[in-house]
C-alpha cells in the first residue's frame, strides 16, 4: 500500500509515519515525499529514510491551476494508494483531488477552527478542551469527511507552542494508527460517514 506524503515544515507526522511503515506489519510504505517549498526539516527526514522527495511551488507557476496540474503529475508518477497531507500549507486543487483520495491532519476538532491557525485560534478563544482530525479532503478547507479525532486539554499558561505540541503527540498517533487502518482494511465513504473496513459484498 503506497503513500505519498506532503509536508511544507518541520515533519514530525511524516516521522511518525516513516517509523511506523519501517514495520512491515504496518501494512504501507511511504513512496514519496514531496513539498511546496524547499529547505525544510520535513524533506531532510525523507532523506534520511532514503524516500525521494520533489517540490511544487506555487510561485514557479503561472496559474494556481497550473501548480495544480503540476502537483497531481508528480503525485502521479509515485502511483500512490493514499495520499497523506500531513502539516502541507496550501489547499490541494480539483486536479489532485480528482486523482487520489487524500487524507488530512489538522491541529483542532473540526468542525472548530478551521484554516491554517488553528491552535492559535482555539487559544484567543478560550476554549478548556480542543484536539485533533484526521479526515479525508474535500474542495473545502478543513471540511472533508472525518475519520478520527482525539481530544486534548489546554492548560494553564498554556502558549501556542506548547498546546501544539502536546496536540502534536496526540495527532502523530491518530494519524499512524488511521492511516494503517485505511492501509490494511480498506475503508468506504457514504456521504459524511467513513467506515474502515472494505463494504460488506
Ligand atoms: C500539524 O499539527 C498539522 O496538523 C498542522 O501542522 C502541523 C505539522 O506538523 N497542519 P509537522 O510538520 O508534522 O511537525
Redesign the pocket.
Known sequence: FRLVVL????????QALLDAASDDAYGATVVAVGADRDDIE?LARAGRAGVPTFVERVGDHSTREEWDESLAERIAGHRPDLVVS??F?KILGPRVLAAFPVVN???ALLPSFPGAHAVRDALAYGVRVTG?TVHLVDAGVDTGPVIAQEAVPVREGDDEESL?ER??TV?RGLLVEMVGRMAREGWTTTGRTVRLGTARA
Not at 7 to 14: I, P
Open positions: 509536508v511544507s515544515g518541520s515533519g514530525t507526522n511524516l520535513g500531513a502539516g500549507m491532519t489538522h491541529p485533533c501544539h496536540i502534536k495527532e
